[in-house]
């Protein structure tokens, strides 16, 4: 099956610095999201984002589907960014079935 | 966006009950799928939620240890039985019209004892 791995496992970020999380896939994606898991369990959207670029407020997305990865990038971060950002992906002639990724865990001192 | 409410949001249960999760939408949709996420993994599907059929489900999960029932368009039930402390997890539900994003209801965190 399809593979989705993330990078890097575990960050630990100071207030008000950048990030760069990636997301790789091992296959042809219809449809790609990013969520962020606050520690009550919760799943937030944060993108679709099956190819191009997406901006939201202090955070960005960006997929190129073609050399099947996919980068989320957070600006200024804050301590409620704290959490895991977990990628999650849909095959192409798959069927309906979103496959997660491995996740990274981000935790923001202040 | 689909609005979802799960219930309970948490329980804690002795080994050997059984415990039936709640997902009610506010909207008609077209599929409806129940997820499982381990103590620091990432998330499983357990199995497709098929309207007023079986469900579909992935490789490692089993009817008699997860029934899920779809009534309708916009609820549906998963039954964790025979809990024993493996069981631990939160249990989400998750919508999705065909080509569209999946939202997810808030989880149901479940610790067997």
């Known amino acids: 099956g399809i593979q989705v791995e993330q990078s890097p496992p575990d960050l630990i970020l100071q207030e008000g610095a950048n990030s760069t999380l990636r997301c790789n896939f091992s296959?042809?994606?219809?449809?790609l999201q990013w969520f962020h898991q606050n520690p009550w369990g919760q799943l937030i959207n944060l993108f679709y984002i099956p190819s191009g670029t997406k901006q939201n407020g202090r955070l960005s997305a960006t997929t190129v589907a073609t050399e099947r990865y996919s980068l989320l990038y957070i600006s200024s971060s804050q301590t409620t960014d704290s959490g895991v950002y977990f990628c999650?992906?849909?095959?192409?002639?798959?069927?309906?079935?979103?496959?997660f990724g491995t996740g990274t865990q981000l935790k923001v001192e202040l | 966006s689909a609005v979802i409410s799960q219930k309970p949001s948490r329980d804690i249960c002795q080994r050997g009950t059984s415990l039936t999760i709640q997902c009610q939408v506010d909207s008609q949709v077209t599929m409806m799928f129940w997820y499982r996420q381990q103590p620091g993994q990432s998330l499983t599907l357990i199995a497709t939620a098929n309207q007023g059929s079986e469900a579909t489900y992935e490789s490692g999960f089993v009817i008699d240890k997860f029934p899920i029932s779809r009534p309708n368009l916009t609820f549906s039930t998963l039954t964790v039985s025979n809990m024993s402390p493996e069981d631990s997890s939160i249990y989400l539900c998750s919508v999705r019209t065909l080509n569209t994003e999946a939202f997810f209801g808030q989880g149901t965190r479940l610790t067997v004892v």
């Open positions: 999650a992906v849909l095959l192409t002639g798959g069927g309906n079935k979103l496959t």
């Open positions: 296959d042809s994606v219809n449809n």
